[in-house]
């Protein structure tokens, strides 16, 4: 009986250890595509655009960035955690999930409403590329890697996050080739 059992653990133990490196394998192609990509794409939307784009994009980017920090309201770690601490039961799991995604939704929204009276209320000339960038508000919503990280299904994230970074490095190849196309650059971003 004890060696049934020791064998069990040790199916077990070996199960859990290939788990952690198929996750870590995972982790590792998404942490060198998002190191990657950017050495692509760099040198090719610096000279298009010209520094005035590349300004135009990064400094609307940082504020908008600003706001999405507070739509965001640290759902990767909480939700992550919460996730984990109920993924082996399936209805806490879904409640739990659900009741996080409300709350993303209440803060994003919020967020949302406040960015919009930002740009509606700011003397600014860059409004139109604020409006540009709600965009990436709203895709803050839909961004539930948290619960993929918490049930530990990295490979969902990872071949998502590949998918989609390709798929910009391409449209960004074909799509933006003058100086005006700065709104493109952030529709594709």
Same mark, same amino acid.
């Given at each position: 009986?004890?060696?049934?059992?020791?064998?069990?653990?040790?199916?077990?133990?070996?199960?859990?250890?290939?788990?952690?490196?198929?996750?870590?394998?995972?982790?590792?192609?998404?942490?060198?595509?998002?190191?990657?990509?950017?050495?692509?794409?760099?040198?090719?939307?610096?000279?298009?655009?010209?520094?005035?784009?590349?300004?135009?994009?990064?400094?609307?980017?940082?504020?908008?960035?600003?706001?999405?920090?507070?739509?965001?309201?640290?759902? %990767?770690?909480?939700?992550?955690?919460?996730?984990?601490?109920?993924?082996?039961?399936?209805?806490?799991?879904?409640?739990?999930?659900?009741?996080?995604?409300?709350?993303?939704?209440?803060?994003?929204?919020?967020?949302?409403?406040?960015?919009?009276?930002?740009?509606?209320?700011?003397?600014?000339?860059?409004?139109?590329?604020? %409006?540009?960038?709600?965009?990436?508000?709203? %895709?803050?919503?839909?961004?539930?890697?948290?619960?993929?990280?918490?049930?530990?299904?990295?490979?969902?994230?990872?071949?998502?996050?590949?998918?989609?970074?390709?798929?910009?490095?391409?449209?960004?190849?074909?799509?933006?080739?003058?100086?005006?196309?700065?709104?493109?650059?952030?529709?594709?971003?």
């Amino acid at each position: 009986c004890r060696s049934s059992r020791e064998s069990k653990i040790g199916t077990i133990l070996m199960s859990e250890a290939k788990k952690i490196g198929i996750n870590t394998a995972y982790n590792m192609l998404m942490q060198v595509v998002l190191f990657v990509l950017p050495l692509i794409t760099t040198p090719y939307i610096s000279r298009v655009l010209t520094p005035d784009g590349v300004g135009i994009y990064n400094y609307t980017n940082s504020i908008t960035n600003i706001f999405i920090l507070f739509a965001s309201f640290g759902f %990767a770690i909480y939700g992550t955690r919460q996730i984990a601490y109920v993924r082996e039961n399936k209805q806490e799991l879904s409640k739990t999930f659900t009741s996080l995604f409300f709350l993303k939704i209440i803060s994003t929204l919020i967020a949302l409403a406040v960015f919009i009276c930002f740009i509606l209320l700011s003397n600014n000339e860059y409004k139109t590329y604020y %409006a540009i960038q709600i965009c990436l508000l709203i %895709a803050t919503l839909f961004d539930i890697s948290w619960l993929y990280s918490g049930v530990e299904n990295f490979k969902s994230t990872a071949l998502r996050s590949l998918a989609v970074k390709t798929l910009s490095v391409i449209l960004i190849f074909v799509s933006v080739k003058t100086a005006e196309d700065v709104w493109v650059y952030m529709l594709i971003s």
